[in-house]
Nanobody, 115 residues
Framework: QVQLQESGGGLVQAGGSLRLSCVVS????????MGWYRQAPGRQRELVAR???????DYADSVKGRFTISRDSAKRTVYLQMNSLKPEDTAVYYC?????????WGQGTQVTVSS
């Protein structure tokens, strides 16, 4: 069974930083892609950053230059470093893992950026 557990969300002032973590239940090498998505109230879930195995990382235009996705295979953890946060970054952030055509999701972690 694939399980993903996010952590690291919270309340931060505009201009601040947060690092989200996602621990996965299997080796990262088992997954076709790992990524972070977010969903703000009243809006659809959207891609933040995604790193497919063997391909370059994709970032949403709104976070390019501010957010960085990375992973530590030994710790089975995927990170999202978020810098220069803006109030419009406020959302629930979800970790996602693609494997064999299916996407697994974590439960989400709330990020709130105050102005």
């Amino acid at each position: 069974q694939v399980q993903l557990q996010e952590s690291g969300g919270g309340l931060v002032q505009a201009g601040g930083s947060l690092r989200l973590s996602c621990v996965v239940s299997r080796s990262i090498f088992n997954y076709d892609a790992m990524g972070w998505y977010r969903q703000a109230p009243g809006r659809q879930r959207e891609l933040v950053a995604r790193t497919p195995r063997g391909f370059s990382t994709d970032y949403a235009d709104s976070v390019k230059g501010r957010f960085t996705i990375s992973r530590d295979s030994a710790k089975r953890t995927v990170y999202l470093q978020m810098n220069s946060l803006k109030p419009e970054d406020t959302a629930v952030y979800y970790c996602a893992a693609d494997m064999n055509g299916y996407t697994y999701w974590g439960q989400g972690t709330q990020v709130t950026v105050s102005s």
